[in-house]
């Protein structure tokens, strides 16, 4: 594919996918007249639950990213009350369920029941779930160790080239 289509899909997927909260948090808004502060049971969920979207390999994942952080300002701040509901109640059906299929709290499974609790969050709590995998995306390659470990960064770019063929698993660039 050549670099010129992969960017423009790129930028197509980002900005398509980019919520009015992720926007309003990326520019430092807050909608919220009382923020949400989540309870620590809360925020590990969070954290594990980002951390089977996008977990630690040769690269960090969403928990050394700081993406539970980023999510917690998000939901916290930036989102309307009735947003802020369908999460806390996302994250109570994830618990549920792990209680449910295994009988323990989903921080206590392993990985590959944790990847069954989230499979089945996609088609129980979708709108929980999508926008779970939207903040976790977005906060992980927004981050530092996402964009210059994960993604290939160049700080100081040279002249411009528009049509640079990328080769089979090079990485992507941050742009």
């Known amino acids: 594919m050549p670099r010129r289509e992969a960017l423009q899909r790129l930028a197509l997927l980002v ?3 980019l919520s009015l909260p992720v926007q309003a ?6 909608t919220a007249e009382v923020p949400l502060i989540f309870t620590a049971p ?10 089977v ?3 630690a390999t040769d690269t960090p994942g969403a928990k050394d990213a700081g993406v539970p952080r980023f999510i917690g300002h998000v939901i916290g701040n930036c989102t309307a009350p009735a947003q802020q509901e369908t999460f806390q109640k996302g994250l109570q059906q994830t618990d549920a369920l792990s209680k449910t299929a295994f009988g323990k709290p989903f921080s206590d499974l392993d990985n590959p029941q944790r ?3 989230v499979r089945q969050l996609t088609q129980r709590e979708k ?11 977005v906060g992980y390659f927004t981050s530092e160790a996402g ?14 080239q528009g049509d640079i063929p990328l080769k089979p698993g090079q990485k992507v660039w941050a742009i």
């Open 15 to 17: 900005g398509a996918t």
């Open 25 to 30: 948090a990326l520019r430092g808004e807050t």
């Open 42 to 51: 809360q925020q590990k969920l969070i954290a594990d639950l980002a951390e």
């Open 53 to 55: 979207i996008i977990p």
């Open 115 to 117: 990847a069954e609790v």
């Open 127 to 137: 709108a929980f779930f999508l926008t779970l995998r939207e903040l976790t995306i």
């Open 147 to 160: 964009a210059t470990q994960t993604l290939a960064y160049l700080p100081v770019p040279g002249r411009f």
